[in-house]
T-cell receptor, first 113, second 112 residues
Framework: GQQLNQSPQSMFIQEGEDVSMNCTSSSIFNTWLWYKQDPGEGPVLLIALYKAGELTSNGRLTAQFGITRKDSFLNISASIPSDVGIYFCAGQLTTSGTYKYIFGTGTRLKVLA | DAGVTQSPTHLIKTRGQHVTLRCSPISGHKSVSWYQQVLGQGPQFIFQYYEKEERGRGNFPDRFSARQFPNYSSELNVNALLLGDSALYLC???????????FGPGTRLTVL
């Protein structure tokens, strides 16, 4: 199935470090969403972005909707052990009044205490 | 407030059987979407419903169908199950079609 390019695929970082991940596509999206998923559970919404250039924060998390509407990034500052998990980006396409959501391949984050 | 709920939590079926998965959205949400997530991959979009009408469809065969009820709950049906249908099936709800989606815990389907 179709998936967005998300990088890095995985990363190990030390507690307290900042983390950056991004998502790119060849398609133009109307909405970008960032989720975190723990094993065996559903994704939890972190941040939603609705306008090109929009920069939004949620605690230690900051995400931006790319100007071209084809990319987005997520930053996590001062990482802590509970940040461990898989982070997914998701973009929404609108075509002729129908909607489609495409998820990224995921970034697996591991934090070393 | 209750989040998105899904039932059952786990399900084991054999090839060729039929399965029905159920989802109740967050109170006030009128849109429900269904996703399939195979181990190690991101969720794949199957359907979106809004006000009982299909508003979006992913690249899945006709064996997959869904419907939304007047109370905005939804069912996903899969016919003639294949081994490859084994996955976590996720339901997400939103206030409207273009707004952020909130996911339920999923139904783990195993096809033997």
């Amino acid at each position: 199935g179709q998936q967005l390019n998300q990088s890095p695929q995985s990363m190990f970082i030390q507690e307290g470090e900042d983390v950056s991940m991004n998502c790119t596509s060849s398609s133009i999206f109307n909405t970008w969403l960032w989720y975190k998923q723990d094993p065996g559970e559903g994704p939890v919404l972190l941040i939603a972005l609705y306008k090109a250039g929009e920069l939004t924060s949620n605690g230690r998390l900051t995400a931006q909707f790319g100007i071209t509407r084809k990319d987005s990034f997520l930053n996590i500052s001062a990482s802590i052990p509970s940040d461990v998990g898989i982070y997914f980006c998701a973009g929404q396409l609108t075509t002729s009044g129908t909607y489609k959501y495409i998820f990224g391949t995921g970034t697996r984050l591991k934090v070393l205490a | 407030d209750a989040g998105v709920t899904q039932s059952p939590t786990h399900l084991i079926k054999t090839r060729g059987q039929h399965v029905t998965l159920r989802c109740s959205p967050i109170s006030g949400h009128k849109s429900v979407s269904w996703y399939q997530q195979v181990l190690g991959q991101g969720p794949q979009f199957i359907f979106q419903y809004y006000e009982k009408e299909e508003r979006g469809r992913g690249n899945f065969p006709d064996r997959f169908s869904a419907r939304q009820f007047p109370n905005y709950s939804s069912e996903l049906n899969v016919n003639a199950l294949l081994l490859g249908d084994s996955a976590l099936y996720l339901c997400a709800s939103s206030l409207a079609t273009h707004l952020e989606q909130f996911f339920g815990p999923g139904t783990r389907l195993t096809v033997l």
